[in-house]
T-cell receptor
Framework: GNSVTQMEGPVTLSEEAFLTINCTYT??????LFWYVQYPGEGLQLLLK???ADDKGSNKGFEATYRKETTSFHLEKGSVQVSDSAVYFC????????????WGLGTSLAVNP | EAQVTQNPRYLITVTGKKLTVTCSQN?????MSWYRQDPGLGLRQIYY???????DKGDVPEGYKVSRKEKRNFPLILESPSPNQTSLYFC??????????????????FGPGTRLTVL
């Protein structure tokens, strides 16, 4: 079946460091891919998305490129801030079923001043 | 303000005592869903609803019920809670996309979560 695997955390970085959170997926067809973010004590928010191969999603300085050849959707940010401390979830929606999301387990990020 | 609200935010209860967690959205969304979040297991879908009076099971529906009598509300009911239902629960909603083999995705909006402890 379809699945999402993302790197285990926690990830701890200093402010202004480069961030990469790896995400790979297994899916049939052409799923859409997403990154959601969960700030402490809050619900999840959509951070960015990509709906077809080679699409790049971007938001708030974060980027991720849909790589079909490597089945990956890695999240990157060039310079993290303390306010980026959160849990990040990679997810996919199955082709033809755009409301069922398959979730990764989440990666906790802590950014120190 | 467009939002999904859940109540209560925190609840401690005892085994077997029926409870309801309410969920309400003010965005006129057709689609609503309940998830539970557990350490090491991520988010798992409990039930979802495509529209009023249309509900279906997600991946972990056992021990839960839902209803969708109005478009804005989607309560989660635990008839006889057990300790293994201790979890963080999230409600989510989204627009229902248009037709076609591969429809454009509509962002899911999440509530703030309900932390439930069953003793």
């Amino acid at each position: 079946g379809n699945s999402v695997t993302q790197m285990e955390g926690p990830v701890t970085l200093s402010e202004e460091a480069f961030l990469t959170i790896n995400c790979t997926y297994t899916a049939t067809g052409y799923p859409s891919l997403f990154w959601y973010v969960q700030y402490p004590g809050e619900g999840l928010q959509l951070l960015l998305k990509a709906t077809k191969a080679d699409d790049k999603g971007s938001n708030k300085g974060f980027e991720a490129t849909y790589r079909k050849e490597t089945t990956s959707f890695h999240l990157e940010k060039g310079s993290v801030q303390v306010s980026d401390s959160a849990v990040y979830f990679c997810a996919l929606s199955e082709a033809g079923n755009n409301r069922k999301l398959i979730w990764g387990l989440g990666t906790s990020l802590a950014v120190n001043p | 303000e467009a939002q999904v609200t859940q109540n209560p935010r925190y609840l401690i209860t005892v085994t077997g005592k029926k409870l309801t967690v309410t969920c309400s959205q003010n965005m006129n969304h057709e689609y609503m869903s309940w998830y539970r979040q557990d350490p090491g297991l991520g988010l798992r879908q409990i039930y979802y609803s495509m529209n009023v009076e249309v509900t279906d099971k997600g991946d972990v529906p056992e021990g839960y019920k839902v209803s969708r009598k109005e478009k804005r509300n989607f309560p989660l009911i635990l008839e006889s809670p057990s300790p293994n239902q201790t979890s963080l629960y999230f409600c989510a909603s989204s627009l229902r996309s248009g037709g076609g083999a591969i429809s454009s995705y509509n962002e899911q909006f999440f509530g703030p979560g309900t932390r439930l402890t069953v003793l």
